[in-house]
């Protein structure tokens, strides 16, 4: 006669290894997105790409600065475009696509007005030039932009972006020069205007200020 003593199942050696494996692939995979993240505080913000608003806050001085130093008197910059409208644009004015835009100062009295477009009745130029300054809401052109001749479409990613920036600009104007005068009802005041115009047509000036001042 002979006894069997049955001790069970052996265990598996390579099941015990295979989940060991698994914790370890684990762990790595673990440590490695610990170390490539970012922990960013509540509140703060990462600037990323361009920002339109901020690029008109930088930028808006700067093209001011630069108008009104360059500002000529109305009356000698319609005399001087009545003599040659070429001749002037090149000499006063920045080259920008089909006319140069040119810094102009000026005060007159301000006449009817429609949208947010004012005729300025100033002295010492000829009868049939008409000045006219935008007051908004609506700032339209990109004539502030292209004012210094030092904003280029090669430094901004695409022609969108390009426009924003003149956008942004204009909005700047409206918040620095526009803002704090009631630019709802200005006929019969007296202004005084220093800004920017695209040379098209000699006789009709659409003014983008830079500072406008209700005296």
Do not use: C
């Given at each position: ?57 930088e ?71 008409t ?11 990109t ?25 942004a ?47």
């Amino acid at each position: 006669m002979s006894s069997r003593v049955d001790a069970g199942p052996l265990p598996r050696a390579g099941k015990g290894r295979g989940r060991v494996a698994i914790i370890a692939v684990v762990v790595v995979v673990l440590a490695a997105m610990a170390l490539d993240t970012t922990v960013v505080p509540i509140g703060a913000q990462q600037e990323e790409g361009f920002s339109a608003e901020r690029y008109g806050a930088e930028h808006f001085p700067i093209v001011r600065d630069s108008v009104e130093k360059r500002a000529v008197e109305a009356s000698e910059l319609a005399a001087a475009v009545a003599e040659d409208k070429a001749a002037a644009g090149e000499r006063y004015g920045v080259a920008a696509g089909i006319g140069p835009v040119v810094p102009v100062t000026f005060s007159g009295v301000v006449g009817e007005g429609k949208a947010g477009i004012y005729a300025v009745e100033v002295e010492g130029v000829p009868e049939d030039l008409t000045i006219r300054v935008q007051t908004g809401p609506a700032i339209n052109g990109t004539d502030l932009r292209d004012a210094t001749g030092d904003i280029e479409f090669g430094q901004f990613t695409n022609q969108i972006e390009y426009q924003n920036a003149g956008a942004a600009i204009n909005d700047e104007m409206k918040e620095q020069v526009l803002s704090g005068i009631d630019t709802d009802d200005l006929s019969g005041e007296t202004v005084a205007v220093t800004g920017v115009f695209k040379l098209i047509n000699p006789n009709n000036w659409l003014v983008t200020p830079v500072s406008l001042s209700v005296q």
